[in-house]
């Protein structure tokens, strides 16, 4: 039941959970499904399934009767599924599911958001709620906590059933009533209700978040996110993309079935048309690709652990990238594989000039395609690359790798970030392991490189290359950055004047700094440390450079995948997130509360660069971007994220009715939060209605309505 909960933060993962019916994409037993950010719910007719990556716990009705199950609740988005080359479905969308009768007297109705399952039983006149009993199969441990809530332990994932929410309803008004779980020694889950009127409907409202913990999570790859001028949010997870509009209404679901295979992808971006681009990797031999795109079939090569020690790597040994484009209404316009019988990776994507599509990444494969390359690509460890596909995906423009002069298997290569100016030349960021004199370096304009040599341990890079050219003259600038350890460049975006400013990490003290007079030059700190460094356009000096001191751990993923993040804002501050972080002093915190996977935020002002905010987040966090109004979101490994914003005065709260929701702001002298509300019983909130939050600040908790108001008004 859809009531107004204390403390509801405002993310856009509170838009509502959409559900679809089953038709052949899942086992045989569902009937409807839900693809939320993150995780997946499955209705059968006895109960549900709720799975996230490889964890799964199904909620057993026990003793309940299997009537058939209903959608409720049409919603204007639609699904588009595709299953293999051949088959696409789009299917509409609903935001419930109703079983009337799971008990005598008993109907069992299903909801939610992007973050929580509700599953409601409406008690009828004179029903018995003993009746309902619930086994979680699959979880290893159900524990029964202080605070009345249940932890349910599943393949290292630690879920959360809130304590029970039960009401009843007379008119207009909501009565609460006490109600508590019981667990039994079997695990089994019954309610107890306290004192109620049985001559009237009681509803019970458990939710679950399948994301109590991060234990798991926060090593997980966070949801990759985007946002377009009309703030229409986009957020990815596996190979599911769904869009929101800026209130957090769901617009589209786009989904490629799952064949049992590994596939991952790791980075989004949205096209000023509102097409989206999207890259990862992917084991699959049944991605929706047509013939006639530019590699429509898996390099697929044989294992010999005998001849070949990278074709048979643990992880992911035969994957290959891959690059996909969606229209603006979320059907699949194209994919193509990109790689040549190794593993090869899609790290970024980014949309260039005339619907052109470019990527970057890491290859192992000696043939991975190049074409009017500035280098080829080598067999060992590994290369970093640049692609540059068609609009249409039918072919490549240009593709070249970059490396060390010295093919041998200590030395390595791997573009992690990519940005694409107005003219088309695009900008890519990595790490790369080379001797002396081995990685290829240039200046622009006969400039000299800022640093030609390396630091003495793995660098970090940028180059930016002219993909209109060939050969030689494709590289406008290449340099390393780094110190006497190892470093790394994960991420990138353009500053004014095509500046590249790249956030990673760094093990060396010595990193170079180049910070403008008042600011400080922040002091390193072990084991590896954050860094924000920015080029100049020639590539041959430093813009801005600092070191941030949040204690980054080495946990380096199997996959060396990407773990700091950064994004340009229309006013040119930078917004930087590092997935993971240690203990750090905070400035102007917004979340700093204490978790074994918290991650970190950082604000740099426009100019100055100086920090504005520096704050733990209690996720880890990926991807980040901006609204209009510059608010940043967060891509974690469980929801997206938005962020407080700062205000320096205290602001007059604003209350307004749009679509029957709520939203209002409220001020307190540091913070503004906005928080979305549902509305009540799905109906428009009532003239003189009083909503309290006893959670908020004295003064703030309670909000008066004097008169109906038009969507859209102020009231």
Same mark, same amino acid.
């Given at each position: ?5 204390? /403390? ?13 019916? =089953?038709?052949? @994409? ?47 609740? *049409? ?12 088959? =696409?479905?789009?299917? *509409?969308? /609903? ?14 109705? %299903? %909801? ?27 979880? !290893? ?10 932890? +349910? ?14 009401? @009843? ?10 109600? &508590? ?19 009237? $409907? ?10 109590? #913990? ?18 229409? +949010? ?12 800026? @209130? ?56 010999? *652990? ?21 229209? *603006?209404?979320? $059907? ?30 890491? $290859? ?9 390359? /500035? ?46 100016? !107005? ?50 003259? !494709?590289?406008?600038? !290449? ?8 470093? &790394? ?8 004047? #095509? ?67 950064? =994004? ?6 930078? =917004? ?96 503004? @939060? ?42």
């Amino acid at each position: 039941m859809p009531l107004p909960t204390p /403390f509801l933060p405002p993310q856009v993962q509170h838009a509502p959970m959409a559900f679809v019916e =089953h038709r052949g @994409q899942s086992p045989s037993s569902v009937r409807y499904e839900s693809h939320s950010l993150g995780y997946k719910l499955e209705i059968t007719a006895k109960g549900a399934v709720i799975r996230k990556g490889k964890a799964a716990a199904s909620l057993h009705f026990m003793g309940a009767h299997q009537p058939s199950l209903a959608p409720a609740r *049409p919603l204007q988005a639609r699904y588009h599924a595709y299953r293999g080359k051949s088959r =696409h479905e789009q299917l *509409p969308m /609903f935001g419930e599911v109703r079983q009337n009768g799971i008990y005598p007297g008993i109907d069992a109705v %299903y %909801y939610g958001s992007q973050s929580n399952l509700e599953y409601d039983f409406v008690v009828h006149p004179h029903a018995d709620p003993s009746r309902i009993r619930i086994r979680v199969d699959g979880a !290893s441990k159900v524990t029964l906590q202080n605070d009345g809530s249940l932890s +349910i332990e599943a393949n290292a994932q630690r879920w959360q059933q809130k304590p029970p929410l039960a009401v @009843q309803q007379s008119g207009k008004s909501y009565q609460q009533v006490d109600a &508590r779980y019981l667990l039994s020694p079997n695990g089994e889950i019954t309610f107890a209700p306290g004192p109620y009127d049985r001559a009237k $409907t009681l509803t019970i409202d458990p939710i679950l978040a399948p994301f109590a #913990n991060t234990a798991a999570a926060g090593i997980a790859q966070p949801l990759q996110i985007a946002i377009d001028s009309q703030n229409n +949010i986009y957020a990815g997870d596996t190979i599911d993309i769904a869009k929101f509009d800026s @209130q957090g209404t769901l617009l589209y679901q786009f989904h490629i079935a799952d064949d049992g295979e590994e596939q991952l992808l790791q980075s989004i971006a949205v096209a000023a048309d509102g097409s989206l681009v999207a890259g990862g990797i992917t084991e699959s031999t049944n991605l929706p690709t047509s013939s006639n795109v530019f590699q429509p079939n898996k390099d697929i090569r044989i294992c010999i *652990p005998a001849v070949s020690a990278v074709d048979c790597r643990l992880e992911m040994k035969r994957a290959d990238g891959f690059v996909l484009k969606l229209r *603006p209404n979320g $059907t699949l316009h194209w994919a193509t594989y990109l790689g040549a019988g190794d593993r090869d990776n899609v790290f970024a994507v980014a949309p260039g000039p005339n619907g052109t599509v470019y990527a970057a990444g890491e $290859t192992t494969s000696n043939f991975f395609p190049t074409k009017n390359e /500035f280098q080829g690509c080598g067999a060992f460890p590994s290369n970093a690359f640049l692609t540059v596909l068609r609009a249409d995906g039918t072919d490549i423009n240009y593709a070249t790798c970059l490396h060390s002069t010295v093919n041998i298997g200590t030395k390595f290569s791997r573009a992690y970030g990519l940005a694409v100016d !107005s003219t088309g030349n695009a900008y890519i960021s990595g790490q790369a392991k080379a001797g002396l004199g081995e990685f290829p370096v240039k200046g622009a304009s006969g400039a000299a490189p800022f640093q030609s040599q390396s630091g003495g341990g793995i660098d970090g890079f940028i180059a930016r290359f002219n993909p209109a050219l060939a050969g030689e003259s !494709s590289l406008v600038y !290449s340099t390393l950055i780094g110190g006497s350890a190892d470093d &790394r460049l994960d991420a990138l975006t353009l500053d004014a004047g #095509n500046v590249a400013c790249a956030a990673g990490s760094s093990r060396s003290a010595n990193h170079p700094k180049l910070v403008p007079t008042g600011t400080a030059a922040n002091t390193f700190r072990s084991p590896r440390d954050l860094v924000v460094t920015c080029l100049s356009p020639d590539g041959a000096t430093l813009a801005f450079s600092n070191i941030y001191g949040v204690q980054v751990p080495e946990s380096d993923a199997i996959l060396q995948l990407p773990r700091q993040f950064i =994004h340009r804002d229309r006013k040119g501050g930078l =917004h930087v997130t590092s997935r993971l972080s240690g203990s750090f002093t905070p400035v102007n915190p917004f979340d700093n509360a204490v978790s074994p996977n918290r991650s970190c935020y950082l604000r740099l002002r426009a100019g100055t660069r100086s920090v504005q905010v520096l704050s733990h987040l209690i996720e880890g966090t990926g991807s980040v971007v901006t609204d209009s109004t510059l608010t940043p979101f967060f891509g974690t490994a469980t929801v997206i994220r938005k962020s407080v914003d700062l205000c320096t005065t205290d602001i007059t709260s604003t209350v307004h009715v749009i679509q029957g929701n709520i939203i209002f702001d409220i001020a307190t002298g540091r913070f503004r @939060q906005t928080i979305n509300l549902r509305s009540i019983g799905f109906q428009a909130i009532p003239a003189g209605a009083r909503l309290v939050f006893p959670g908020l600040p004295t003064g703030a908790g309670v909000f008066y309505i004097p008169k109906v108001a038009a969507p859209g008004n102020d009231i």
